[in-house]
């Protein structure tokens, strides 16, 4: 589509890519990948309902405006934006993010505000109505999908202790009856 990747670099100005207010249904990953590395990005106001999975190959974005749109969640491997710094989500039908949120290491402002978020998810974002509660919304958050990730870690690792203690059961009843 060198007709679409065409239009969508008049677009791009300044390492800010502005595709707001388009009544956008789907983000043209492919295009936005084919173009010089913007670090701003700006899909506010639109008609998104979800992203792509292939979205986390922009890991270029260093600011991400998502606001006022309908997503419902955001795609597993969100997390692999790692360069990003500040993520407007203000506005959407989220009730959660994905734990690899707590890659997201760089992440200094963050807005979740008028989401439909699950109640631990909403107590560690707070707020965010000044600069400094979106810095700590951020944090928080991050630090929230971190214990979750390493939650999830320990019941993998104990299922795995588990599952190689029945396999060593079922071996030694084996040998047992073999003998």
């Not at 989220?94 to 979740?112: G, Q, Y």
């Not at 810095?135 to 999830?152: E, G, I, T």
Request: aromatic residues 4%.
């Amino acid at each position: 589509m060198p007709g679409k990747a065409n239009s969508l670099r008049d677009k791009l100005e300044d390492n800010q890519l502005d595709l707001s207010l388009l009544q956008l249904t789907e983000v043209p990953v492919q295009e936005i990948s084919e173009l010089p590395k913007g670090t701003q990005l700006d899909l506010s106001n639109n008609l998104l309902t979800w992203l792509p999975d292939s979205f986390s190959t922009l890991n270029h974005l260093v600011q991400l405006d998502l606001s006022k749109n309908q997503l419902e969640f955001l795609p597993e491997y969100f997390g692999e934006l790692k360069s990003l710094r500040h993520l407007d989500l203000y506005n959407n039908q989220l009730t959660d993010v994905p734990v690899s949120f707590c890659n997201l290491k760089n992440l200094k402002w963050l807005d979740l505000k008028n989401n439909p978020l699950k109640e631990s998810l909403a107590k560690a974002a707070g707020p965010c109505i000044t600069s400094s509660d979106c810095n700590n919304c951020a944090k928080k958050v991050v630090q929230l999908m971190q214990s979750l990730q390493d939650k999830q870690d320990k019941e993998r690792q104990q299922q795995l202790i588990h599952e190689q203690k029945l396999a060593e059961k079922r071996r030694l009843a084996e040998e047992a009856e073999r003998a």
